[in-house]
């Protein structure tokens, strides 16, 4: 492919979010192409998540971001960088007992935010892997689930 086939293939897959100001003050959650994006600015980073939480759906826009996002239904923790897992774990053979965060591995996936002057754009993960959370981006999901799903959150309004 020549470079200008290659910056054309990239602009099919690159979507505009929004307004980087906006997004900083409140979190965006966007369809794009047929996944639903969860778009946010946590310390000083952008990062998108799938918006349902890979282990039962929970509405991620919902939870609270710490160092992850926490899922709003069962508190799974959700690296949002890399899409890992997170649980606790402890030693039993170690006293005192000590828990430490380990990963159940990539679980959600994630995809790549740019920033263009002031416009935020996002760029689809397409790796042909499976991660738990492409589940809760079928069409068989949304149709039985979602019909009456409320929205809570800014959702897909131009800016």
């Given at each position: 492919m020549?470079?200008?086939?290659?910056?054309?293939?990239?602009s099919r897959h690159t979507h505009?979010?929004?307004?980087?100001e906006n997004i900083i003050q409140a979190r965006r959650?966007?369809?794009?192409?047929?996944?639903?994006?969860?778009v946010i600015y946590h310390q000083g980073d952008f990062y998108a998540i799938e918006v349902r939480c890979y282990h039962s759906g929970g509405p991620l826009q919902e939870g609270d971001i710490e160092v992850s996002c926490l899922?709003?239904?069962h508190k799974y923790?959700?690296?949002?960088?890399e899409g890992e897992g997170l649980y606790q774990a402890v030693d039993p053979s170690v006293k005192p007992l000590k828990p430490t965060w380990c990963s159940r591995g990539v679980k959600q996936r994630v995809h790549t935010v740019t920033l263009s002057n002031e416009d935020v754009f996002l760029t689809l993960n397409d790796s042909p892997g499976p991660t738990d959370s492409d589940y809760y981006q079928t069409e068989k999901y949304r149709n039985t689930f979602l019909k009456d799903w409320p929205k809570k959150t800014n959702t897909d309004s131009d800016d």
């Amino acid at each position: 492919m020549s470079s200008d086939e290659d910056v054309a293939a990239a602009s099919r897959h690159t979507h505009f979010i929004g307004k980087k100001e906006n997004i900083i003050q409140a979190r965006r959650v966007k369809s794009v192409g047929e996944r639903d994006v969860l778009v946010i600015y946590h310390q000083g980073d952008f990062y998108a998540i799938e918006v349902r939480c890979y282990h039962s759906g929970g509405p991620l826009q919902e939870g609270d971001i710490e160092v992850s996002c926490l899922c709003p239904w069962h508190k799974y923790k959700i690296t949002l960088a890399e899409g890992e897992g997170l649980y606790q774990a402890v030693d039993p053979s170690v006293k005192p007992l000590k828990p430490t965060w380990c990963s159940r591995g990539v679980k959600q996936r994630v995809h790549t935010v740019t920033l263009s002057n002031e416009d935020v754009f996002l760029t689809l993960n397409d790796s042909p892997g499976p991660t738990d959370s492409d589940y809760y981006q079928t069409e068989k999901y949304r149709n039985t689930f979602l019909k009456d799903w409320p929205k809570k959150t800014n959702t897909d309004s131009d800016d």
